[in-house]
């Protein structure tokens, strides 16, 4: 009698899957291709529980496919260059690609001894010359359709260190190293032109029916398409303009100044004599904050005049131009006409600075009774104490009065289209994504600076441009590549003239921009991969990952797409078919109610739980479930589950706990719970197989609990078939199986050869959930092949139904027994079995039957007198 003993299946199974090749792709076949995919980690070093659920989602949709006689291509890679690496060189001078191998090594191993079933022959790291060989390719690709191009851009300066900064390298406006406060300056950096692309980006959302509806709005929010208005402003004493992007055309009559963005050109031209020193200081000082400080909610919108003024074409009066820190110079055409009546962040700037504040909409109500066909519209006054931002009737503006706003709109577009000073215009809020980073860990960028011929190239011939690994580190100086002068000087490709390497590198999300398509085609050394590869195996039908990349990296992939497509490499529009955001796992952890959401965790291991406090302070604690993380202390160890229930457990409970897109809540009993039910299972099988009852007699006429147990068998196929198709439903489906697994404990015909279909369907059934125990158990029953290469079994609808029915017998509405009857009897018959049974015999005895009540399917209710 042998027991269900973990440790002692799970390897010995990962090892013989991995020499039969149960994971590899199949050839291209006549079989349907199924690309399920996890969002690649980052070998940051262990795995956590999150990176955990992520991948036994993806790969029980791999096995479960497999089953269902798809071609699946299910690979694992690494998402390798970044910051950490970086700053581990700098911090204790490890060299990054040391550190990084490193860990890919540990997390690797991690990995394989969850059982996922992953082509590791398409293994990549992003930070291998022989993948960014093909980062760099497609930067030149970019820079060919000139969709990369170099402008100045403001960056995070630390003064003391003379370095740029990641933003995640600025802690409270200081440098994470030097503690410097760290300044903004303009550098030349690189950008791709993802603005070309927002007007698709935006409309193929729609094609995406298998993407939650809350990521796309996410992404269309990011996009943020506005339809307005191009306005023109002359201004007073020359002939230059200043245009402006508008929303609120209909507000036209109500601008009281022009605001201007510090940056913007034209600030210089428009200053007086007698502003320009406050001016100027002025604008040092916003142009040092951030986008955020800038346009924080709370913030107070400070501002200064410039002395100059402009004409509003539509009234001829002058208004004042001012510089204000709340207009971005990055958006519309970094000018804005001032509206304080009808917008609430130029209602506070005008109340602060004491500009004037003119009405010209209000409510449809307000002017109900007014006649605006008059030859001379009435001049109405109204004020109120906030700025009135609905649309509404226009009042006060000249020919457009009593017009409502949409009406408004347009007519006033239309004539500033006819008089030459303005027209309609489409707006995005996206802005081209800037590409350069000043650090060594990254994709160098493939060009060359020459004097004579400008940016030059790196022919293909000589790519990959490598990382050299002679470099110091000391955070210090800029990029270590700035200082490495045998790698920074090079002959121009084109012209032989001594001539620099650009020694920016990429941003880490171009290399996750792109790696599902190396995937198809991991090891081509010749091509970037071969396009009929990827047009077989691509999109993604399943894409599984963090709700954290909804926005960019699943933005970026999908620009990256377009523009293959348009190169001619790819014949589809969308990377990802469906996307599944997995919820995060919680842990139990202790809070300090008293402090702030910052500082109030404290670690599980500090605290006893007998009298839970605060150990600095000694104030009672609560227990609360947490996102698992470092700083909480509340994380729980993979290793530790698996090496105390195994991973098949590990697997169960987190595919029982909650539905993949819901938070899970980490819950030891519960653990527990599923470890008991793996070992009911391995009883019942080996149960069965050790009885050893021959079950050959193929009788067909079924007894009544041979028919009860199919029943249950095909309901059991037929749910967990459902639960598992495009919802996911991995929590019901485990549920499933336990009602089949408790059905075949309660079979009365252990004996029959119904009992050995259930048996086989339940470990068929339970393969992709927990497959380890459902390979030992499948070979303990005598097979020689594989769990994982059976066909996912087909339910009879024929089986389903019940052939007979529990009929409830009442006698004046008082249930008094039940019969069983069969499913398919009629009313008239139902009546018939009710009076014939011995419930309603004995209950009725002697009386008389007035009334009979059936309710088909469900009871009989006599009424007698
Ligand atoms: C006048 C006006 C009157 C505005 C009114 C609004 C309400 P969205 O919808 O986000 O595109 N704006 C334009 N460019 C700006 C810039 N560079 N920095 C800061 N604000 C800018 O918003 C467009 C509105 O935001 C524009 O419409 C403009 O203010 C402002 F009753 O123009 B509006
Ligand atoms: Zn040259």
């Given at each position: 009698d042998s027991r269900y003993i973990p440790a002692e299946i799970e390897e010995k199974w990962q090892k013989t899957w991995t020499e039969q090749g149960l994971d590899k792709t199949p050839k291209n076949s006549n079989k349907p291709k199924f690309y399920a995919l996890s969002m690649f980690p980052y070998p940051s070093g262990s795995l956590h529980m999150g990176h955990v659920r992520n991948y036994t989602i993806t790969d029980v949709i791999a096995r479960l496919k497999r089953m269902?006689?798809?071609?699946?291509?299910?690979?694992?890679?690494?998402d390798a260059f970044g910051l950490p690496a970086e700053n581990a060189a700098i911090d204790r001078g490890v060299p990054p690609a040391k550190w990084t191998y490193q860990n890919i090594a540990q997390m690797r191993q991690q990995l394989q001894r969850l059982g996922l079933s992953i082509d590791w022959d398409r293994e990549i790291a992003t930070c291998s010359p022989d993948y960014y060989k093909w980062t760099q390719w497609i930067f030149l690709q970019f820079l060919q359709a000139g969709l990369a191009y170099q402008k100045e851009a403001a960056v995070n300066w630390d003064p003391v260190d003379q370095t740029v900064l990641a933003n995640e390298q600025v802690i409270d406006g200081r440098s994470w190293r030097s503690g410097a406060i760290v300044e903004r300056k303009l550098l030349r950096q690189w950008f791709f032109k993802i603005t070309d692309y927002a007007e698709?980006?935006?409309?193929?959302?729609?094609k995406l029916t298998g993407w939650p509806e809350r990521v796309k709005l996410m992404q269309a929010n990011w996009i943020g398409k506005s339809t307005g208005a191009y306005l023109e402003f002359a201004i007073v004493g020359s002939d230059e303009k200043i245009g402006?992007?508008?929303t609120r055309p209909d507000t036209v009559y109500g601008v009281s100044y022009l605001v201007l963005a510090p940056e913007h050109p034209l600030t210089q031209r428009v200053t007086t004599k007698e502003q320009k020193a406050a001016v100027e200081a002025f604008i040092k000082e916003v142009t040092n904050q951030s986008e955020l400080e800038r346009t924080a909610e709370d913030k107070p919108k400070r501002g200064i005049p410039t002395g100059g003024k402009a004409i509003n074409p539509f009234t001829g009066e002058e208004v004042p131009i001012w510089i204000a820190d709340y207009v971005l110079y990055e958006y519309g055409t970094g000018a804005v006409m001032g509206v304080p009546a009808h917008d609430a962040r130029d209602f506070k700037f005008a109340n602060n600075y004491n500009l004037p504040i003119e009405f010209v909409i209000v409510e449809p109500e307000a002017v109900a009774d007014v006649d605006f066909q008059q030859e001379e519209p009435p001049l109405i006054m109204i004020d109120y104490d906030s700025a009135y931002t609905e649309s509404g009737i226009l009042i006060n503006s000249g020919p457009f009065s009593g017009m409502n706003s949409t009406d408004a709109k347009q007519a006033i577009v239309k004539f500033a289209e006819e008089q030459g000073f303005g027209k309609l215009r489409v707006q995005y809020r996206l802005r081209d994504w800037l590409i350069s980073r000043q650090r060594y860990w990254g994709t160098p960028i493939p060009v060359i600076h020459c004097p004579n011929c400008g940016i030059v190239p790196v022919p293909d011939k000589d790519l990959p441009v490598q990382l050299p690994e002679e470099v110091e580190f000391t955070g210090r100086g800029g990029s270590p590549l700035t200082q490495l002068e045998s790698w920074v000087n090079v002959p121009c490709p084109t012209c032989g003239t001594p001539a620099k390497r650009e020694t920016d590198t990429m941003d880490t999300f171009i290399d996750s921009s792109w790696y599902f398509l190396r995937f198809t085609d991991a090891k081509n050394e010749q091509q970037v991969f071969d396009s009929s590869k990827t047009n077989d195996l691509m999109p993604v039908d399943q894409y599984v990952g963090g709700i954290e990349h909804a926005i960019l990296h699943l933005l970026y992939s999908r620009?990256?797409?377009?523009?293959?497509r348009d190169r001619g490499l790819l014949n589809f529009d969308e990377p990802f078919q469906r996307l599944l955001t997995q919820g995060m796992v919680q842990g139990l952890t202790y809070v300090n109610p008293n402090k702030s959401d910052k500082d109030k965790w404290v670690a599980f291991n500090l605290v006893d739980p007998a009298d839970p406090r605060d150990p600095k302070t000694g104030e009672p604690l609560q227990l609360v479930y947490a996102t698992m993380s470092k700083s909480k202390g509340n994380g729980v160890a993979p290793e530790e589950v698996i090496?105390?229930?195994?991973v098949d457990t590990a697997r169960m409970f987190i595919l029982f706990k909650a539905p993949p897109e819901k938070d899970l809540e980490w819950d030891e009993a519960d653990v527990e719970g599923q470890f008991r039910f793996l070992n009911?299972?391995?009883?019942?099988v080996t149960d069965y197989i050790t009885a050893g009852v021959s079950r050959e007699n193929a009788n067909s006429d079924l007894t009544k609990s041979e028919k009860d147990l199919r029943r249950a068998i095909h309901t059991a196929i037929k749910a967990v078939s459902e639960d598992v198709e495009d919802e996911y439903q991995f929590n019901t489906a485990v549920s499933e199986l336990m009602k089949l697994s408790n059905a075949l404990t309660d079979a009365n015909c252990k004996d029959s050869p119904i009992y050995a279909e259930g048996i086989q369907t339940l470990v068929v059934l339970l393969a992709p959930f927990a497959?380890?125990?459902?390979?030992?158990?499948?070979?303990?029953?005598?097979?020689?092949?594989?769990?994982?290469?059976?066909?996912w079994p087909a339910f009879d609808d024929a089986a389903l139904v019940a052939d007979e029915i529990t009929l409830v017998i009442q006698v004046m509405g008082k249930t008094r027994g039940a019969i069983q009857v069969p499913a398919q009897a009629d009313k008239a018959a139902l009546e018939r079995y009710a009076r014939e049974s011995e419930v309603a015999q004995r209950h009725i005895e002697g009386k008389e039957i007035k009334k009979v009540i059936v309710v088909p399917g469900k009871l009989v209710n006599f009424v007698v007198g």
């Open positions: 269902q006689g798809y071609r699946v291509l299910h690979p694992m890679g690494w698709e980006l935006l409309n193929d959302l729609d402006v992007y508008t620009f990256f797409t377009k523009v293959l090496a105390k229930y195994g009911r299972v391995w009883r019942l497959p380890h125990i459902a390979e030992e158990l499948w070979h303990l029953m005598g097979k020689s092949d594989s769990v994982h290469t059976q066909t």
